[in-house]
């Protein structure tokens, strides 16, 4: 029998209280790593909440930690406050994205400084940050999305941050072989997390069209990939996005 085991691995999870972070987050947990699920708090203390009552449910080896991962600043607090708690690094699981869409006539500067500065700017933080307190033989694992390759209308700045992540995973699998560790991405279809169910339900039934295998993803499908991905059985396998769309031609 062949199984994942990540004992003795600590992981990072950026948005990781909910939707696809925390379903990741939970199946890292489940195959024996400690994990770290970050947060950005705004306004009343219902995103530390959130995280922290996920950490909760995991039980032991599971820690909810502040981090905006717009402010490289704020990164590095949040990865020095998991090396204190664990002794250090293995994973890291870029996960943290927002969505502002609108089309590119309407939209104004705020909606796409801010999806670029979280859904890329803020990789490029926690991969910059990130890097240098790993383990040698450590993974990165980005979400990236279908919208990078397809482009759906209403998401210049979502569709221009995710395929920033898929030209930013080349090049840090590059710059940290000599270490060993991977880097990859994963890029998912639709999946009817908060976010998905946010896209207009006559827009799904036409995106459900284009899904050969005749329905949308669930978190979990994401995160088993993700396993993957940071498990030995990858261990040759980087600077690749790994498209989890029930099949959808993705380009």
């Not at 947060?39 to 959130?50: H, Q």
């Not at 930690?65 to 664990?86: L, P």
């Not at 210049?156 to 991977?182: D, P, Q, W």
């Amino acid at each position: 029998m062949i199984s994942i085991d990540l004992s003795g691995k600590t992981a990072v999870v950026t948005g990781g209280g909910q939707g696809l972070g925390r379903a990741t987050a939970r199946l890292l947990h489940r195959a024996g790593a400690a994990v770290a699920i970050s947060y950005f708090e705004e306004g009343a203390g219902k995103n530390r909440a959130v995280a922290e009552k996920s950490a909760a449910s995991f039980g032991e080896r599971a820690l909810a930690v502040e981090g905006d991962v717009r402010s490289r600043e704020s990164v590095t607090v949040m990865f020095d406050r998991v090396v204190e708690e664990f002794g250090g690094i293995d994973i890291v699981i870029n996960n943290a994205a927002i969505i502002r869409d609108r089309s590119l006539g309407k939209m104004d500067d705020a909606e796409w400084n801010s999806v670029i500065e979280t859904n890329l700017t803020g990789v490029y933080h926690v991969c910059r940050e990130g890097a240098p307190r790993m383990r040698d033989g450590g993974r990165i694992v980005s979400m990236a999305s279908i919208s990078g390759f397809v482009g759906f209308f209403g998401q210049a700045n979502y569709s221009a941050a995710k395929a920033g992540v898929v030209g930013l995973t080349k090049v840090l699998s590059k710059e940290l072989a000599k270490r060993a560790i991977t880097v990859n991405a994963v890029a998912p279809g639709v999946v009817l997390t908060e976010m998905g169910q946010s896209i207009p339900e006559a827009a799904r039934d036409e995106m459900l069209k284009q899904v050969p295998l005749g329905r949308f993803g669930e978190p979990e499908d994401i995160a088993s990939a993700i396993l993957f991905l940071c498990s030995d059985l990858a261990a040759y396998v980087t600077g690749q996005t790994i498209h989890v769309n029930g099949g959808w031609y993705a380009g």
